[in-house]
Structure formats: C-alpha cells, structure tokens
C-alpha cells in the first residue's frame, strides 16, 4: 500500500480510456503530465492561506484534476481534428490552443469567481470551507493559466513521437492490411 501501488494502478485507468479515445498510447500523456501542476497551484495556495492539507484540500484536488483534464482533453481533441484535416502538428496545437482559450477561460473563471466565498467564508465550518476553497481556486488559476501554454507544447512533443511511430509501423511492418512479425 501507499503512493507506488497507487500510481502502478492508477496510471493504467486513467491513460488507458483516453488511450481509447484517441487511439494512441502516447496522446494521454499531455493530459497526464498537464495536471500536476494543478496540483501544485492548489497546494501553493494552501501554503499562502496558511491552511492544511487535509481531506478537504484533497477533495479539492480530485475535482481540480477533473476539471483540468476536461480542458486538457478539449484543447488535444481539437488538436487532433485539425492534425486530421490536414494541419501540421504544431499549427494543430497551436490552432487548438487559439480555439478552446476563450470556452477554458470563461469556464475557469466562472468556477473561480463560485469559490471566492468559500476562500474568505467565516462562521461555523470557516476551515473547511476556507480549505476547499482555497485548494479549487489555486489549482484552478495555476492550472488554467500554465495549462493553456503547456498542453500544446506537450501535445507537439506526443504527437510528432506518435506519428514517428505510426509511420514507422505503416512503413516497416504493415503488408496488405496485415501486421507482418520480423
């Protein structure tokens, strides 16, 4: 039990729907590597508010990490539209990027500007309250503003690997529809 077992079974059903969804083992990893820095911008704001981490905090977190994926998903799903239509990999990020800020945006700060009263609630329940707040927002500002800008680039990097890939495979292995084995 602990961290290592959590990230050995973790890993596998989180990458593995999105896997299927985009029908590549690598295009996931933006999506992964995109939402610790949620994360970090939830524990920062925990350490500015002077508030613990603790099951609210960490509640916080889950549904921060929901809500970052969806907006990473949004942003590589166009991308890989565009790509499909005939983009470049880079021009595809960075025309998805363009097309999904204005709706991250809006969907970010609407969520944000909810949470403002819990960060500065008072009364019975203050800490809770103050914790889930604080912990959402953070993650939700730190994570928006870095995640507009990193998950393009982390999408140029997978996709050119992917492609590198399925080309290679196309090129190398494949023969009359079927997978020859060297």
Not at 37 to 66: D, H, S
Not at 97 to 105: F, Q, T
Not at 131 to 144: D, F, L, N, R, V
């Amino acid at each position: 039990p602990g961290i290592p077992q959590d990230l050995v079974t973790g890993f596998p059903k989180c990458a593995l729907p999105i896997s299927a969804q985009y029908e590549s083992f690598l295009l996931p990893m933006p999506v992964i590597f995109s939402l610790p820095v949620g994360v970090f911008g939830a524990l920062f704001f925990l350490m500015i508010m002077e508030l613990e981490n603790n099951i609210y905090a960490q509640i916080a977190m889950i549904m921060l990490i929901g809500i970052l994926g969806k907006n990473a998903i949004l942003i590589i799903e166009f991308a890989e539209l565009k790509f499909h239509q005939g983009s470049s990999v880079a021009e595809a990020a960075a025309e998805a990027a363009v097309l999904r800020l204005r709706p991250i945006l809006m969907t970010s700060f609407a969520f944000i500007a909810g949470l403002i009263p819990l960060m500065f609630a008072t009364g019975a329940g203050k800490i809770g309250n103050n914790t889930i707040g604080s912990a959402a927002a953070g993650g939700m500002i730190i994570g928006t503003i870095f995640g507009v800008i990193v998950i393009p680039g982390l999408y140029v990097i997978f996709a050119t690997l992917a492609n590198k890939y399925r080309n290679q495979v196309s090129d190398e292995n494949w023969c009359g529809g079927t997978l020859i084995y060297k």
